[in-house]
């Protein structure tokens, strides 16, 4: 399996996995799936909340396709 590279977003801004998920045109259930098997979702990771929630990177598929 080849090592996927950071993606560098603003760490500031986060989004919730369902509209990270709309903007890459993924269901919700399959964004959180390649986090589970894969520990990232195109090499970006969330912050866990101590709620369960996943927040992630704010960015969009054409930040991660230019890496």
Known sequence: M???TPTV???S???KTATLAE???Y???TVR???CL???FFGLTPIKLPNGRNLWPDAWPSDVIGQ
């Open 2 to 4: 080849a090592k996927q």
């Open 9 to 11: 977003v603003d760490p």
């Open 13 to 15: 801004k986060r989004i």
């Open 23 to 25: 903007r890459f045109d």
């Open 27 to 29: 269901s919700p259930f």
């Open 33 to 35: 799936k390649h986090l």
């Open 38 to 40: 894969k520990g990232s």
